[in-house]
């Protein structure tokens, strides 16, 4: 799918992950990912891979970015970049951060995929990488 009428958005979001994305830790994999979320509100949140010696603890990107944007109050979003592999081919988000997004994004969200260096990048929409999300009905939110 094309960027389109989201041209804006999706060259804004994948610069501000190709930003994050410095801040990669990834000595283990040397596979730095780099995303962006933009909440309904106008903010974005960034965040970047964070491995661990135990691998299993490492945290991708995109939840890095989801986590900072749901800790500062953010719950609804209008798109996310995502930014990794090398100079021409994009990535796309692992099955563990497509659940996680479906959370608290819809099936119709743009998901911009993008190198993380050089390229436009590519658009397509969550429904369209997770058709079938697990989901429990939601009791509500607890207030603090
Ligand atoms: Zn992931």
Redesign the pocket.
């Known amino acids: 799918m094309k960027i389109g009428r989201h041209k804006g958005t999706g060259r804004y979001l994948i610069r501000e992950a190709r930003r994050a994305a410095k801040n990669a830790y990834c000595p283990y994999s040397r596979f730095a990912v780099g995303a962006a979320i933009l909440s309904s509100d106008g903010r974005v949140f960034s965040g970047a891979?964070v491995e661990n010696s135990s691998y299993g603890l490492t945290v991708?990107?995109?939840?890095s970015a989801i986590v900072a944007a749901v800790s500062a109050g953010a719950r609804e979003f209008l798109a996310i970049a995502v930014v990794g592999g090398g100079r021409q081919t994009s990535i796309l988000?692992?099955?563990?951060?497509?659940q996680?997004l479906s959370e608290f994004c819809g099936a119709k969200m743009p998901v911009f995929l993008a190198p993380l260096r050089g390229g436009a990048g590519r658009m397509t929409v969550l429904g369209k990488l997770l058709p079938s999300a697990f989901m429990f009905k939601k009791k509500g939110v607890v207030e603090t």
């Open positions: 891979n991708c990107a995109e939840r988000p692992c099955g563990a951060c497509l996680f």
